[in-house]
């Protein structure tokens, strides 16, 4: 069974960082595309990033362009998301998600909150 496991979030100042933490099991974290994505009170999802099997990496926020960073340790099948320069409107609930074989996962989600 595919789950992943979210850790690191808390509250932060703005300006602050923080590096969120994803253990997966049920599956080869580098067999799979997977992303951080987060959730705001009251919005959409918005897909951060992005990490592909061959290591490619993509950003989809432009707000989180040049701040956040994505890697991924396969050795101990994790996904971390390094956030730098927090502002408040990064504040949200994060989740690992990936899509395999047709079936979508998620974490639980740890919660960011920036304060100004």
């Known amino acids: 069974e595919v789950q992943f496991v979210e850790s690191g979030g808390g509250l932060v100042q703005s300006g602050g960082s923080l590096t969120l933490s994803c253990v997966a099991s049920g599956f080869n974290i580098a067999s799979n595309d997977v992303s951080w994505v987060r959730r705001a009170p009251g919005q959409g999802p918005e897909r951060v990033s992005r990490?592909?099997?061959?290591?490619?990496?993509?950003y989809y926020a432009e707000s989180i362009k040049g701040r956040f960073t994505i890697s991924r340790d396969n050795a101990k099948n994790m996904l971390y998301l390094q956030m730098n320069s927090l502002k408040p409107d990064d504040s949200a609930n994060y989740y690992c998600h990936t899509n395999r074989g047709g079936e979508v996962y998620w974490g639980q989600g740890t919660q960011v909150t920036v304060s100004s």
């Open positions: 990490v592909y099997p061959d290591g490619t990496i993509r």
